[in-house]
């Protein structure tokens, strides 16, 4: 990055990319002041913000310094300096470093310069929009929201009945992050409350509700390049070991029956790497369903002789997974164990913070203290799971940190609570590297936040609605792999058939029968019984939906030397197994505009059936080589759209004509 000072401000340039253009006149740099409300219920927050003051610092005089530059910025030429913005440059990124001159200030905005045509990518998971181009979006992470589209009326009475609704902004896993289609990335280092705006022409601005530590640049010489300079920035996953992809991991909560019902599965003829129950530890009703018991052992009554059972599974093997989450239930005996040590957050009378889950309240275990990270890495999850002969689990619910308790390490909840998923995760990682488990267990998360690559070896997409809906459906957890692949995170999946069922939104056989199409063609498929399992279809319920989801679980195994071909160059160069059209089209413009379908690798390309009723799809095809359709074998020159059949069974895939993995391909249109 090389600072060029100007008349009256100064122009930043990131090789010869213009970056930041500051002016009298134009100012790129804001201080102020602001007083939020934040209010949290149930995972899901309320934020107001009212701005007190915003000063443009009109007044820039930047300097030499070493190899790099030191600039001073006041509101004007008369005034003293309020920050000074240092540039410097490390192996692979230009950093900008942000240090505030004078107390008060707690909020800061940057403005960056946009060219028209740009598109912008990445902000975490988002689950609406894959072009962030046009739209503002805070990063926070919190419960998703029901329906996530203010103009429905699932969405309308979640937000009515349980101030649960969301926007499509809304998402567990934030990460103030953007890749552009100038072949540049943008990272901004803070935990704080902030916000991604691209809604305007001339600038994107970026918006922190704390003085943030630096902002870091990143230039390469295609998007791929980006991705692996993430990757490297902020850690590799483990590489997910073949069990986890070689079959599906078939999610059941029926207490001890779950093993009956697998086998339903098993004679259906299905590829099965693992039962799933996270009821392993036990079961409450509430109004929203059957909820977990949050006291992570296992449960007795529930599932009498586990360890003897899962052993059993992998003398076939079979793998057993389970579910933990960060809280401990206060009718449970590992909250009164947790308690006695001091391993909770705290109110402010210095008693055990409560946090209402909905009809129980739980313990907060405060990961800030390192007696409590290592009670819960050994005696949780390394006691309790681990030694049990558990394989893998759901971690779930990093999200929730309240921002009214108080932490060991006395640091402001809020500026903790985007950090909290990553610090979860880094117990859980912790918990299975000391069983020396690193690459063979595999735990899966919705919340993140920057850093979680390196800690979390897959990324789930959360509690996607039991629909086809645009902002809630099928297709987001399409988006969410998209999006947060390009931050280097490289295996994602999703709830074959949605979680969330309410207001009378029910899965159909067909929605189930499309999601497990779809994820055939991910690293990982996993089924779930939702949160109302008894009012909803299940694959084992209905004879055709189990004999497709058999018949979509032996193609995903089939595919098991290509994708070990794809976690390999996850290990080299922190690609993800799930691409964008543009990830290696760059030169195809239209590319850009493609959101629904995507590359599995290099040479397969996936355009899933999202919408109900639908059996023919029309999808693009990039350019500049010749797509085979899986299941007809017809060729299509890319550079534009085509329309195929696409009826159950046969989803709109195609794959690279002259990939080293044709047999491969070919192999599954007999399946």
């Known amino acids: 990055m090389r600072c060029e000072p100007a008349d009256g401000g100064f122009d930043l340039f990131l090789d010869d990319r213009l970056i930041l253009s500051h002016r009298r006149e134009a100012p790129a740099v804001f201080l102020g002041r602001g007083e939020e409300r934040m209010a949290m219920y149930r995972g899901n927050f309320d934020i107001e913000d009212y701005v007190t003051a915003r000063l443009p610092l009109a007044d820039a005089a930047p300097s030499r310094q070493g190899d790099g530059w030191r600039i001073a910025l006041a509101p004007s030429p008369a005034e003293p300096p309020l920050l000074w913005l240092t540039v410097t440059a490390e192996p692979g990124r230009s950093m ?398 999703s709830d074959i058939g949605g979680y969330t069922s309410l207001f009378g939104n029910l899965r159909t056989p067909e929605l189930i029968m499309r999601w497990a199409e779809m994820a055939a063609f991910t690293p990982v498929m996993r089924s779930h019984e939702g949160n109302r399992p008894k009012q909803n279809l299940q694959i084992h319920e209905d004879g055709a939906v189990l004999a497709h989801f058999a018949r979509m679980t032996r193609i995903h195994r089939a595919l098991l030397p290509y994708l070990s071909s794809l976690r390999d160059e996850a290990a080299e160069k922190g690609w993800p197994l799930q691409r964008p059209l543009f990830f290696h089209h760059e030169e195809d413009r239209r590319c850009f505009e493609v959101f629904d379908a995507y590359l599995f690798g290099r040479d397969m390309l996936v355009a899933p059936v999202w919408k109900a009723g639908e059996t023919r799809w029309t999808t693009y095809l990039p350019q500049g080589e010749t797509w085979v359709h899986l299941w007809s074998g017809e060729t299509f020159a890319g550079g534009g759209e085509v329309t195929v059949e696409a009826p159950i069974g046969a989803p709109p895939v195609f794959w690279r004509q002259g990939s080293a993995f044709a047999a491969c391909f070919e192999a599954l249109r007999r399946l």
Request: with cysteine.
């Open 96 to 493: 900008l470093r942000v240090e505030a001159a004078a107390p008060g200030f707690n909020r800061f905005w940057l403005r960056l310069v946009a060219e028209e045509g740009e598109r912008l990518f990445g902000g975490g998971e988002q689950m609406s929009y894959l072009d962030l181009s046009g739209r503002r979006f805070p990063m926070w992470t919190s419960e998703p929201g029901v329906g996530r589209d203010k103009t429905t009326a699932i969405t309308f009475e979640a937000d009515r009945t349980g101030r649960a609704g969301g926007d499509y902004f809304n998402t567990n896993y934030p990460q103030p992050t953007f890749l552009s289609s100038r072949r540049y990335a943008a990272h901004v280092e803070t935990t704080a409350y902030a916000v991604l705006d691209f809604r305007h022409r001339g600038f994107h601005e970026i918006e922190v509700w704390a003085m943030p530590e630096r902002i870091e640049f990143f230039a390469r010489g295609s998007i791929a390049g980006l991705v692996t300079a993430m990757a490297d920035r902020f850690g590799r996953q483990p590489k997910l070991p073949d069990w986890a992809m070689e079959g599906a991991i078939v999610g059941l909560k029926h207490g001890a029956a779950s093993f009956d019902t697998l086998e339903r599965y098993v004679e259906a003829g299905a590829a099965v790497s693992a039962l799933w129950c996270e009821d392993w530890s036990g079961v409450r009703e509430t109004s929203f369903g059957t909820r977990l018991f949050w006291d992570w052992q296992a449960s007795g009554t529930r599932y009498p002789d586990l360890k003897r059972r899962i052993a059993e599974l992998g003398e076939r093997g079979i793998r057993f997974l389970g579910y933990v989450n960060p809280y401990l239930c206060d009718d449970g005996a590992l909250f009164r164990e947790a308690e006695a040590k001091g391993y909770f957050a705290t109110n402010e009378a210095g008693r055990t913070h409560l946090v209402d889950f909905g009809e129980f309240d739980c313990g907060v275990v405060d990961f800030t203290d390192p007696d409590a990270c290592r009670w819960f890495e050994e005696r949780v999850i390394g006691e309790n799971m681990l030694d049990l002969g558990l394989s893998g689990w759901m971690a779930d619910f990093g999200e929730y940190l309240p921002i009214d308790l108080h932490l060991k390490n006395g640091a402001d909840p809020r500026l903790m609570h985007n950090l909290w998923p990553v610090l979860w995760g880094a117990v859980n990682a912790r918990a299975v590297e000391k069983r020396g488990r690193t690459g063979d267990v595999v735990f899966f998360m919705r919340a993140g936040y920057s850093g979680i690559q390196a800690h979390c070896p897959l990324v789930w997409a959360g509690d996607q609605s039991v629909d086809f809906s645009r902002h809630d459906g099928l297709v987001t957890a399409i988006v969410g792999a998209l999006s947060s692949g390009l931050l280097g995170n490289a295996y994602h999946h």
